[in-house]
């Protein structure tokens, strides 16, 4: 079947998609087909229940900007999962990551358990949400992340400025388009000019989960449970932590997120307490450089994706809003 039947999304269309098909033991043989639970421009997640499945599962259909099948990220996250339970069978700390079921590469669609729960994501933004629960879901992810690490921590080394400072090189006709905006020349200034400070500050290395922010951590009644886990590397343990520190800041400056604007402090503060990064200050400037340089390279892959006039025009107001003022806090830290 083409990818358009990804695309439409019907229920009936993923049965017939994979019909045959195994995912280890199990087959779609008399299951019901739920959904798309979850549309997005990447992805569509699909909900199984019935037949041979015991509980529930999750279907998720990978597809690129221009929504053809995503074969590298269906496979990356897969791999990631996989990497993860073997780390997690041989170590004594505890950490819960959905489990995955299989997956059909040429479709680009990957198979796990369902979770059912409440993503950390939606308490921290939540309009019912009391300072004392986003202060305990904040520490809570903290906490997390830094098990999710400590399953496998290799010594500490300085992070790879020189090879992040390449990516956002005038290569792609999206940074060519960028390099004229003040803001986003002046963030790219201040990565350069402090890179070799940043450089010589060794950090620690761990597992690298790739996509780290709050909507991908479930509250469930045993715990957090983590998902989209896109990394199956090791890298810097700050890449992550600045990764949910600039998915927070990013969505704060939409209308949705009003309310993220207004406890970033509160959040970001106990989402690094509860890691424990408190008591490394030498942190402070890798850490601000992590999450320029993200906002940086989101800016670029924002920038290529297909226009929207009026998409286009708020999403560069908030940019050059959020990389102003990442600029001013590396160069305040002294980077």
């Known amino acids: 079947m083409s990818t358009q039947v990804m695309a439409?999304?019907?229920p009936e269309d993923v049965?017939?998609?994979?019909?045959?098909?195994?995912?280890?033991?199990?087959?779609?043989?008399g299951c019901r087909v739920v959904g798309p639970v979850q549309s997005g421009p990447r992805s569509r997640l699909f909900r199984c229940?019935?037949?041979?499945?015991?509980?529930?599962?999750?279907?998720?259909?990978?597809?690129?900007?221009?929504?053809?099948?995503d074969f590298a990220t269906a496979l990356g996250q897969y791999a990631a999962?996989?990497?993860?339970?073997?780390?997690?069978?041989?170590?004594a700390t505890s950490v819960r990551v959905v489990r995955p079921l299989g997956l059909v590469?040429?479709?680009?669609?990957?198979?796990?358990?369902?979770?059912d729960g409440r993503s950390v994501g939606a308490t921290l933004g939540g309009s019912m949400s009391s300072e004392a629960e986003i202060r305990n879901g904040a520490k809570a992810a903290g906490r997390w992340l830094h098990n999710f690490h400590a399953m496998h921590r290799l010594a500490d080394r300085p992070m790879s400025c020189a090879v992040m400072l390449a990516n956002l090189e005038p290569q792609t006709p999206a940074v060519h388009a960028l390099a004229s905006n003040r803001q986003f020349a002046a963030g790219r200034t201040a990565l350069a000019r402090t890179a070799?400070?940043?450089?010589?500050?060794?950090?620690?290395?761990?597992?690298?989960?790739?996509?780290?922010?709050?909507?991908?951590?479930?509250?469930?009644?045993?715990?957090?449970?983590?998902?989209?886990?896109?990394a199956h590397w090791d890298d810097a343990v700050l890449l992550d932590l600045a990764q949910f520190l600039r998915d927070l800041t990013f969505r704060a400056w939409r209308p949705s997120g009003w309310l993220l604007g207004r406890r970033y402090r509160l959040i970001a503060e106990a989402f690094l307490d509860?890691?424990?990064?408190?008591?490394?200050?030498?942190?402070?400037?890798p850490l601000r450089w992590a999450q320029l340089h993200g906002l940086l390279r989101f800016w670029i892959e924002a920038a290529a994706a297909p226009a929207d006039r009026i998409r286009n025009s708020y999403e560069r107001y908030r940019f050059e809003q959020c990389v102003g003022?990442?600029?001013s806090a590396l160069l305040a830290a002294g980077g």
């Not at 998609?17 to 043989?29: H, P, Q, Y």
């Not at 999962?81 to 170590?91: D, H, K, M, V």
Request: hydrophobic share 45%; aromatic share 8%; with cysteine.
């Open 105 to 115: 590469d040429e479709l680009a669609c990957l198979a796990t358990e369902w979770i």
């Open 196 to 230: 070799a400070i940043v450089a010589a500050i060794p950090v620690p290395i761990a597992h690298h989960h790739g996509d780290f922010k709050a909507e991908n951590l479930l509250v469930t009644d045993d715990g957090l449970v983590g998902f989209d886990i896109t």
């Open 274 to 285: 509860g890691y424990g990064a408190g008591g490394h200050p030498e942190w402070q400037s």
């Open 8 to 10: 439409a999304s019907r």
């Open 325 to 327: 003022a990442a600029t």
């Open 81 to 91: 999962l996989e990497r993860i339970a073997g780390l997690a069978a041989r170590s």
């Open 15 to 29: 049965i017939q998609l994979l019909v045959g098909r195994r995912f280890g033991d199990i087959t779609l043989e």
């Open 49 to 69: 229940t019935g037949g041979e499945i015991a509980g529930a599962m999750a279907l998720k259909f990978f597809l690129t900007t221009d929504g053809e099948r």
